[in-house]
């Protein structure tokens, strides 16, 4: 047996400490703290475990796949237990959890109490500790929060313990959200990243400025400031420092029977290394990073080295070196007490060196990107319900999902950066999370349909048989298109996650034209008959066969589109059912085709917004809304970048062939063939005041050879003077302006590129009267080139690596049997003008909305008695409360404690808007409808610890120049016990764990 | 502290066994042992690691250069410690002791005596066990048994272990002294290859005769068979089952949460390749070496697999895998009673594949062989007279030079296969050997002048400054480069480490020509004086700046040469002085000059060998042995090949210029400027008859852009009919067929590299009257590629790589400063006529005396009382005494604890001389003189165990067809403990440690 019946050995296990050891027979000094007054280089040993990159999560962890790379992740973590055993001197840091709990699962309880004891004594320290070292550019924050919650409260659980530094090495630029938020918020005392920009970097240097007091939030100000150090080069160690098994560096030869004893000499390289990192930094502490990606995997080739180093650089004298952490590095740093440069805003982009941005990464796999940004929504949605129904531990739950895209937030998941067999890793995963949420969905729903309590889920039937229809977008929805001609009626179920009463026009494909639309009280809804367009019919057929092996049954001719209402955190029913039977009936749209050779304009619109068209050109040429007097020329078009090896010119796209405008009662829509291969749909709503802009591009033509980058640009006529406002991570917006950077005089070598900036929630312009504000569906990379014109990248297929380790094109393409094409991309974007101060409002209120859309859920029913027999309107809090509307509730889960995760977020930056940028309350009793609430424990954002006891912990960081007290921040004070009621100031986040008294509430451990 | 105060981990240690262990909670199955009636995959985890090839032995031991290769033992033996104690069924070899021996000396005694215990249970098995894994072709057997012993009796002091197993699975070819000498006679049951020709290779696994019982001497016959095995292909894994750290072989996914789980197919993998090498092996038994080059660096990482095979494939139940190593199999082998079939002769040439004969490096580096060569003799030279003056552990010894030469044995070493850093790295520490020995050389020397006593060193003086000269083949001597006019006297000691008394010509230079030379009584010798030659002054002035760097003294003008009489294992004293003072003086030789326009023939030679040279084309043509009434027309040139890319054919090298003929009383020589880079002597010695052929080959010119592989053919008249004898590592001779093979129909690809043999001692041709033999003084190739023609290959250099992992041209290159010239070769060979039957006698007795050169000793006296105040003859053996003709001592050493390691070979085949190929008897009372022996132990060839404990160990296998007895061989007996008179039968070798009782013979730990 691999393990049993090994009495023999235990005669020998008093040798351990020496077994497992560097076998010398010589005893190395490896135990050096600080010592003052000399410079002390903290020797950090780690490795950067990509949680997918060139090879899937799984082999990197298992070693498969390596003739790709040769990494194996479970290498490093079993050949550290050994290595750390060996001599309680040596520390190491460990960083992603999704591959720590990996192992983790793998290990026997004997191991567990090893590496427990090595997490207590400080030799193995947990740092960052989120299932992935996520990305700061690509993620939305909800995702950023999540994946850290669920690394953090595995940590918590297994060991007690709270990680402290933020280890943010590899990811391609650092976000304002990532230093204020999942940093300071998270109770972070530090937090470490290796890439700058290079300019910036030099300018750093130089000034001593790597490490500064990073202050990521206007309007949180000195109260989520972290201290911030960036590498003085990477995270790598330095040069000739490398001691993986096979690397070149040369070992410490110190053995003098052999030949090329090197002591001497290397001591000189460490010293001399030493004093040069010094030189450009503060304090006497320096940090080397000894190590770097997926290294460690036979640990004790790099402790036989440092011992070496350690005991021979500190018998040398001239500096002091030691094993350490960056905890101790962070303490270290404290105790010299000495103010540091504030730094604000963010560090994006970066460029590696002149004329390499990494900027094209925030557009790459826009597929991806949205696939994670809607998983994400309906994560959030998905929990919610869960948590009305009960959580189940042995499933289906939402904890598959969880982990899908905890992992997806890697920065190179939902980056793009990873190889296409890794992206369909990610993608896969999700589906899978998915396929498990959308039956706790399901279930949830079918329980609240059917529960006899309109105010929760006590004793539901399950059986009623919901669908959903993930495939939407592609007009796929087998649950929605069936004939409704014999019958049966069509139960639409809408669940909004919002803490809001929520109208909006819902659309999906149906088989019939005469159909009509009831509400939950019989009541027939206004709804609108739109025939399907060729170019999804296109889209649905060769797209359903690429993901779902099959062909899909012939294509709906129609949407039918209607208005519904539904209640914060709640559902509505709306049934579906033929004319003949049951009533008036939808509304066909009207359509007219206008060709471009007809010298008109096409006005449009039936609401406040009215948009006219140019025949002609397929331009819109003017924007107006009369609800807000406000004209505007807006003129959108879209181009191209060609890859690299072609310029930044990009010829216009200009549109050819017909306009077609589709009229009707709820929505107008004008649908443009741009080219052969981007379609575009303009679509008013008569109810609402912003412009959807729904595109279809790709496949992309390679056949001239040029890889091609998509972008369209919308332009105004806005003086906007080269500045724009883009978020960091969907949240804070940040001022941007053109060829400058608020840090360093910038050279500027890439006037496109390196004016690029993450948008995930959007971006916008003003001048003296006006914003212009624009709104995604996913992250993507866009920015100002033009004053008044904002432009966003859509797509990317290339032909060329990067030179960056890929080693493949991002030349997306899906196959159906042989035939192959170019991945074609849908999506949307949505547009408003407003006057100036007044944009706000739209962008956060309708921008949650785009991140939380309204879920539907399908059934049919045989007869007309379904809104008798089941409840039909449901909503999770109070009837009569609302959330305001400047808060949403980004959390709502229940644990596996049976308590509940709750976080509430104020939407509004301080002072962006003039009503709304103000503390606000949310009445935790009314929220929690039909439960009893017996205790709330505000916690840290990753609800790893009270967050009162992260307060008193955290290190308070004095930054230079800057003297006696910070100014007073607002923010929301002690929840009162008994009124319950949480107060948010602007841009806080606030998270809480409740624990409830309702005897119904179970602690349950299913499994 | 790295090993101290872990008291903490005391609590723990308990654990270890799971610790270092597969961290994986699930028991894998890994005890199965071998199951009848299945195909059992005996498993064998091994490391090959070539004691220095792309780097020098240290740098692989410690792991540095790994930019040229990632290889580092220290690694595979550190982490091999871990894996086994974590599971006692696994099981793992260890092959070169020079690497064991470096990582033995850096462990504790507690790792020390873990190992111990590995050793004891079997699960580390010590295999081969010499110092390197010597190659076949190269080295001389003398070479192969010190190398053998060195490790084996290592192993047996510290283990008390004996290896079973010979494992040469990387040379390029295998010799039949590796066979029956150093397989059969040290004990071995079986012999492990991994190179044979790849058309006998499909040969022998077409017929399953891969493994068969090899009798390697005609002499020794059936006593000294083994049971030996070519792997199917070479020695690593079946594809896909490398588990290297990084490797890119499938690991065995066997975790179901984890996508990718890969173990059915894993298991049929493995059935699979089981399978089918058991349908090309005899038996149920098939070996997997699972390892290559420098593997097990994690060593984890192979058993984590091997581990999980194991337990899979059993459980899977086709076949049976099982940890095992050679010992185990080659019992599963025996254990089958099967009779196997019989092989004889050897296994060279080896080709990989079509066109690809590994038959240069019989060549390759002719200058590290000689220096191989010649400081094996010297070493055996020098442990005769450590032995008399008495060893000292603290040194000087010769422990650094027997380590040295045990090293440059490996089969990447005197081969020639290494990068040329390495072959620096071998030759400095033949170098670095080499002057510890001298000076052991000079103090006995010193002692025994010294000594009151003449038959030992007894409380002589060792203040004598003896020098030696090194160098003296470059005309570099600077001990008798002395200017002797000023009424110094030259002393020089001649030492013969030959049992036998030997009267041979010395030659050193002289600065002074009126020199005179007196023996040890003070008798004049005749004497004289040789004019030096430009060719020799321009390689004494390049090569001393370049081996010395510092230019030489100016070059002497002459050579001084006569005859010497040196009695057996003793010395003789001779002196030189100026004929002014002291004599009449030597004999200056006549010079004549001949043209090649002169159309004549000159005759020269003035004993028994009268040669005849066309002064026109600088050839021989004519060679007549008086005394032997032998006649016969020698024609004698060069010729080169081109390198890789060039053809077969080789344009003659036709000398031109002036014939030059120096004559004298002792010496005749012939010097010809064969081409700009090719100058030869021919030598004839009066009293010998034999001709000496010295030649100077060198810079090769690559200017052409060609390398060049330089060749000398000498042919005869000799009707030969395609048949040549070469000798294995210069022991017997083995019959050699051109364009033929005695195991398979060749099929001929290659007519000159196919028919290339490696030779040590000669090659010989004959026809029904004569036979030619030619004697070499290094390991060089050779062939007989015409009929009557010898042809020796004596220097490569070349300009490609030939792609078989060096990476690097074979273009030896020297430099004094920037002054870098391709890499000049001086050496001799050797060759005489015989009646056919009579060519041993001076093949055996000469080849010896080249073997082991007279060793010169010079000192200086001011006087001319040197042979009165100093013992000036000695011989170590009884003054009436001399070994018989036939017999050598190849080993006389004083062992460690005191006692002495004899060796004593019969130099003659069965039938191969008509007086000599017969028992004949050594009386080792009379061999050593004045110690009295106590015991005499008959031991293993490598005394690592007594003969007879081996004898009865050694497994006795049976040869398919061939039933009952063995025919009864010859041997010598049992050696009576009173008489002690040793018999031996031709070619046999006996092996004796010897107690002495002695009173002055110490037991002695010095330091």
């Not at 002091?320 to 504030?342: E, F, Q, R, V």
């Not at 002609?616 to 009369?626: A, K, P």
Request: glycine share 8%; net charge negative.
């Amino acid at each position: 047996m691999g393990i049993a019946g090994s009495g023999w050995l235990l005669g020998m296990v008093l040798l351990l400490g020496i077994l497992c050891a560097e076998s010398k027979y010589m005893v190395y000094n490896t135990s050096a703290g600080i010592v003052a007054g000399k410079i002390n280089v903290h020797l950090v040993p780690h490795t950067h475990d990509d949680v997918g990159w060139l090879k899937t999560v799984d082999q990197y962890y298992v070693g498969s796949n390596n003739s790709i790379q040769g990494a194996c992740v479970q290498n490093v973590l079993d050949s550290m237990v050994t290595a750390l055993l060996a001599d309680k001197n040596r520390k190491f840091i460990y960083v992603e959890q999704a591959f720590f709990q990996r192992w983790w699962r793998d290990q026997s309880e004997q191991i567990q109490s090893i590496v427990k004891e090595f997490v207590r004594s400080g030799q193995l320290e947990f740092i960052n500790g989120g299932m992935c070292m996520h990305d700061e550019a690509s993620p939305h924050y909800i995702d950023m929060i999540d994946q850290t919650t669920l690394g953090h409260r595995f940590i918590k659980e297994e060991f007690g313990i709270t990680p402290r530094i933020g280890w943010q090495i590899d990811p391609f630029g650092h976000s304002a959200v990532q230093a204020y938020l999942l940093g300071a918020e998270v109770g972070f005392d530090s937090f470490f990243f290796g890439r700058i920009d290079y300019q910036d970097r030099t300018k750093r240097k130089n000034e001593k400025s790597l490490e500064v007091i990073w202050q990521g939030s206007k309007s949180l100000g000195s109260s989520a400031q972290i201290f911030a150090g960036a590498f003085p080069e990477n995270y790598e160690p330095p040069s000739g420092f490398y001691f993986e098994v096979n690397a070149d560096s040369p070992i410490v030869q110190d053995n003098i029977e052999l030949f090329d004893y090197n002591v001497h000499e290397r001591v000189n390289d460490f010293v001399a290394a030493a004093i040069s990192q010094a030189n450009i930094t503060r304090t006497n502490h320096i940090m080397w990073t000894m190590g770097t990606d997926f290294r460690y995997q036979y640990a004790l080739t790099w402790y036989r080295n440092l011992d070496k180093l350690i005991h021979y650089v500190n018998k040398d004298g001239r500096v002091n070196a030691l094993y350490s952490t960056p905890s101790i590095y962070t303490d270290a740093k404290y105790a010299a007490s000495k103010s540091w440069p504030l730094k604000t805003e963010d560090y994006f982009p970066y460029a590696d060196r002149i004329n390499a941005y990494w900027t094209g990464y925030f557009s790459s796999r826009p597929a991806l990107k949205r696939y994670v940004r809607s998983m994400s929504g309906y994560y959030l949605a998905a929990r919610q319900l869960e948590f009305f129904k009960g959580r189940s531990d042995s499933g289906p739950n939402t904890d598959s999902l969880a982990d899908a895209l905890a992992i997806a937030q890697h920065h190179d998941a939902v980056t793009g950066t990873e190889k296409q067999h890794v992206a369909n890793d990610y993608a896969k995963r999700l589906s899978i999370g998915y396929s498990e949420a959308e039956k706790v969905v399901a279930s949830s729903l079918a329980c609240l349909v059917n529960s006899k309590s309109s105010n929760g889920c006590e004793n539901g039937d399950t059986t009623t048989n919901f669908q959903q229809c993930p495939l939407l977008n592609i007009t796929y929805c087998p649950a929605s298109e069936v004939d409704l001609s014999h019958g049966k009626n069509l139960v639409v179920v809408v669940y909004n996650s919002l803490g809001w009463k929520r109208e909006d026009v819902i659309r999906f494909p149906v088989v019939n034209e005469d159909v009509v639309v009831h509400d939950s009280e019989g009541k027939e809804v206004e709804s609108q008959i739109v025939p399907t367009v060729d170019a999804y019919i296109d889209l649905r057929d060769y797209y359903v066969r690429a993901y779902l092996g099959s062909k899909p049954n012939d294509a709906p001719k129609y949407w039918l589109a209607f208005t519904v209402s539904v209640p914060p955190l709640g559902f509505s029913t709306y049934t579906i059912s033929t004319s003949k039977r049951t009533g008036t009936g939808s509304t066909k749209s009207s359509i007219s085709k206008y060709w471009s050779s007809e010298n008109s304009a096409i006005e449009v619109g039936q609401g406040n917004i009215k948009l006219t068209i140019s025949a002609t050109q397929g331009n819109i040429i003017n924007y107006v809304n009369s609800g807000k007097l406000i004209e505007e020329s807006v003129e959108q078009s879209f181009s191209y970048y060609t890859g690299f090896n072609g310029s930044n010119d990009k010829p216009p796209l200009i549109p050819q062939g017909s306009v077609t405008v589709i009229q009707g009662p709820l929505i107008t829509e004008v649908h443009q063939q741009i080219n052969p291969w981007i379609f575009q749909t303009t679509r008013l709503y008569k109810e609402k005041e912003h412009v959807e802009v729904e595109f279809i591009v790709g496949p992309v033509p390679i056949d001239d050879g040029l890889g091609k980058e998509v972008a369209t640009q919308i332009t105004t006529s806005l003086k906007s003077d080269k500045t724009f406002y883009t978020d960091s991570n969907g949240r804070d917006f940040i001022k941007r302006i053109r060829d400058f950077r608020t840090d360093w005089d910038l050279e500027v070598n890439q006037p496109i590129a390196g004016n690029y900036y993450p948008i995930n929630l959007g971006i916008y312009i003003q001048d003296s009267e006006k914003e212009f504000s624009v709104l995604v569906d996913r992250s993507l990379g866009g920015s100002s080139i033009v004053d008044g014109q904002v432009e966003l990248m859509l797509h990317r297929r290339l032909l060329l690596d990067d030179s960056r380790g890929v080693d493949e094109a991002l030349n997306e393409t899906d196959c159906v049997l042989k035939d192959c094409r170019g991945l074609t991309i849908q999506g949307k974007y949505y547009y408003r003008i407003d006057p100036l101060g007044e944009g706000a409002k739209w962008r956060r209120s309708f921008g949650q909305e785009i991140y939380s859309p309204l879920l539907l859920a399908f059934t049919e029913e045989d007869g007309d008695n379904w809104m008798s027999s089941h409840t039909s309107t449901f909503s999770g809090i109070a009837s009569s409360y609302s959330l305001p509307d400047s808060v949403a509730v980004i959390t709502l889960q229940e644990l596996v404690d049976g308590k509940a995760l709750l976080r509430l977020a104020h939407l509004y930056e301080i002072g962006e808007d003039s009503v709304r940028s103000v503390m606000t309350k949310v009445e935790l009793k009314k929220l929690f409808l039909g439960k009893k609430i017996a205790k709330v424990t505000e916690m840290s954002l990753s609800a790893n610890q009270g967050r009162a006891e992260m307060e008193k912990k955290r290190l308070v960081w004095e930054v230079e120049g800057h003297s006696g007290e910070n100014p007073k921040v607002a923010r929301g004070g002690p929840v009162d016990p008994k009124k319950l009621v949480v107060e948010l100031a602007p841009m806080e986040i606030r998270t809480f764990v409740i624990d409830f008294n309702h005897p119904s509430y179970r602690r349950r451990f299913d499994s």
